[in-house]
């Protein structure tokens, strides 16, 4: 099994909602990783999760929380969202031991009203 | 700083009609350059990764190539459905097991029938 899933495919939120976007894996990588694609430009990375613990935070505002609950899901949680926020979210795992090859779930497009 | 520049950033081709994409990187210590593909809305889809200047990988109507500076996609007779964006990333030593991307700008390739 080679698929990153992301839940829900769509997302429209207004700036005081509270909502939640999820990725799963099974195949048994311990890194995850959230990336931001606005659009015509290539993805943009947010965070990364080594061994379930947040290695890298790339200066994304506190407005974006992850979680790691286990080593196969991954959550965003999205607070007080700015409209510039809408984009296609994109969830992406890789094995820490191997070429690194990174592979991504289809993403989630969000709209922030 | 690391950088990755793709050319051109659209191409339109006619079915058949073979060409070259362009990858050019500077980079402190290549860990590793991949080649994505990516429909609209949808998350990019792993192509090939590529290690050491004279490695190829083929796939398909796809080959990739790799230099000490740059790295080619080569479509041979494409055909509509090949019609895409095409990002090439590169993953540099950072002292870390996992891999930090940095992703060119991509091309958009369009082949008509």
């Known amino acids: 099994d080679t698929e990153v899933t992301q839940t829900p495919k769509h997302l429209v939120m207004g700036m005081t909602n509270k909502k939640s976007l999820k990725c799963e894996q099974h195949m048994g990588h311990r890194a995850m990783y959230w990336y931001k694609q606005k659009a015509k430009k290539p993805p943009e990375l947010m965070f990364v999760y080594s061994y379930e613990k947040l290695s890298i935070n790339e200066s994304v505002p506190s407005r974006f929380s992850p979680e790691c609950p286990n080593s196969s899901l991954l959550n965003l949680h999205l607070h007080a969202l700015q409209p510039e926020d809408s984009a296609l979210y994109l969830c992406?795992?890789?094995?820490?031991?191997?070429?690194?090859?990174?592979?991504f779930g289809p993403g989630t497009r969000l709209t922030v009203l | 700083e690391d950088q990755v520049t793709q050319s051109p950033e659209a191409l339109r081709l006619q079915e058949g009609e073979s060409s070259s994409l362009n990858c050019s990187y500077t980079v402190s210590g290549l860990r590793g350059l991949f080649w994505y593909r990516q429909d609209p809305g949808k998350g990019p889809e792993f192509l090939f990764t590529l290690y050491s200047a004279g490695e190829e990988k083929e796939k398909e109507r796809l080959k990739a190539t790799l230099t000490k500076k740059e790295s080619f996609l080569h479509i041979t007779a494409p055909k509509p459905e090949d019609s895409a964006t095409y990002l090439c990333a590169v993953r540099t030593a950072g002292g870390t097991s996992y891999g930090k991307l940095t992703f060119g700008q991509g091309t958009i390739l369009t082949v008509h029938p």
């Open positions: 992406a795992s890789s094995s820490l031991v191997s070429h690194n090859e990174q592979f």
